[in-house]
Every structure is written in structure tokens, then in C-alpha cells.
């Protein structure tokens, strides 16, 4: 094994983990509530679910003028994305209480929270994330939750400033390209996930590793991270 993942795993303080598709199952229930959101426009229910299963990284209210921008092509105004954003979180409500943990998710927060500090970085509105965190007893489990509307690279500066880090001591695991390109944009490593079955966002990407799961990562941590 080379000697810098010794060096790598040494030096890592934090770990931020994508929240959907990463901790829970809730990729689809997301990109569903979407289409639901602008059922007014059933013709192109497909292109939004499936803009949410591409860039579920993407903060909410950019994801809604996107939507509006690139598939529907019409203008919206700032008072209509909001009332888009309350309505896609009132519809998320429900579900998200009921969507399972990723397989091997709750095992290895629990288990790496003793190693290092573990920290959420999501792009649903960052109240709602701390809501949901704490509905789903996750709380104790990270130091500090972020979300929209500030986009990844954004919350990964932000948070090497705050802990006083260098890009070596954070590590970002997240499930779309939007995570990647915060990790790039920050210069932190990046694993990226991708559950059996699902379109690899990652392919011909430059990252740390791919993995299925956080169970997977949490098997061969040693081998892509070093001891």
C-alpha cells in the first residue's frame, strides 16, 4: 500500500458525509417530491425527476430555478421558488421519517464518531436538515449540519476556516457530481458513493475511491484510507 494513505488517514480530522443517498435511502422519495411539486407541469415530470437523481447534490431553491430555466424555460420569480421550496419540503416531510438507512449508514456513524468528527453537508435548506437530523436521532452522532443555501466547496472552505484545517484533515463523502465539484473546488479528498443499481455520476472522474455504501467504506477503509 503506498505510504501517503498511511499519511492521509494520520491526518484526517473530519468526515462530511452527503446526507441523501449517503446516510439515507431517499434519492428517489426526493426526486419524486419534485416531480409532485410541479405536477402543473406533468409533461415534464421525467426531466425533473431525473435532474434531482443527476444533481441531488444541488441546494433546493438553485435546483427549482434550474428547473424552471433549463427544462420548463419559462422566468419565475424569487417569491415563486420559495413558495416551490416550501412545497417540496412539506411533501418531503412525511416520507423522509420513513426512508431507510443505506445499508451499513448507521453503523458507521456510530462507529467513526468516536474517530474522528463527523459533520453533515446537504443541499436541502439547512434548518430542515437540522430538523430532520434530529427527528432521526442522529444528532449526537455530528458536531455541526449544513445545507442550502450555500452550495459543498462553500461549506468545506467555510468549515476549514472555522476548525482552523488544510484540506488534508477533511474528507467528503457524497453520492452526486455536485459533491464532487465542492470537493474539488475546496481541494478536500473525495470518496464517492453509489448504490447498486443506480447510474454512476463518477465515471472517468478523479476522486479518492468509489464505493456501494458506507458499509463498503467502512470494510476497506484500511486499503483506501490507510490504518
Known amino acids: 500500500m503506498p505510504h501517503d494513505y498511511y499519511n492521509r488517514s494520520a491526518s484526517i480530522q473530519g468526515i462530511v458525509l452527503d446526507f441523501d443517498g449517503v446516510i439515507l435511502d431517499s434519492n428517489e422519495l426526493k426526486a419524486d417530491t419534485f416531480r ?41 420569480t424569487e417569491d415563486e421558488i420559495q413558495r416551490r421550496s416550501n412545497e417540496v419540503g412539506r411533501l418531503i416531510d412525511h416520507g423522509i421519517m420513513n426512508s431507510p ?3 451499513g449508514a448507521w453503523e458507521f456513524i456510530s462507529n467513526y464518531c468516536e474517530r474522528y468528527q463527523l459533520f453533515i453537508a446537504s443541499g436541502t ?48 463523502v457524497g453520492d452526486a457530481i455536485d459533491d464532487l465539484e465542492g470537493a474539488v473546488t475546496a481541494g478536500v479528498d473525495f470518496i464517492g458513493v453509489v448504490l447498486p443499481g443506480n447510474i454512476d455520476p463518477f465515471e472517468d472522474k478523479k476522486m479518492l475511491a468509489k464505493v456501494e455504501s458506507l458499509k463498503d467504506l467502512g470494510l476497506r477503509w484500511n486499503i483506501l484510507v490507510g490504518k
Open 101 to 103: 438507512f443505506v445499508p
Open 125 to 172: 435548506p439547512q434548518d430542515e436538515m437540522r430538523y430532520i437530523v434530529q427527528r432521526r436521532n442522529l444528532g449526537p452522532f455530528f458536531r455541526r449540519v449544513f445545507g442550502s443555501p450555500r452550495d459543498k466547496g462553500e461549506i468545506l472552505r467555510d468549515l476549514m476556516d472555522q476548525e482552523q484545517w488544510t484540506p488534508s484533515q477533511l474528507l467528503f
Open 36 to 76: 409532485r411539486a410541479f405536477n402543473d407541469f406533468p409533461t415534464h415530470g421525467e426531466e425533473i425527476f431525473q435532474l434531482h437523481m443527476t444533481r441531488g447534490g444541488m441546494g433546493r431553491d438553485l435546483k427549482i430555478r434550474t428547473i424552471f430555466k433549463d427544462i420548463l424555460h419559462i422566468s419565475v
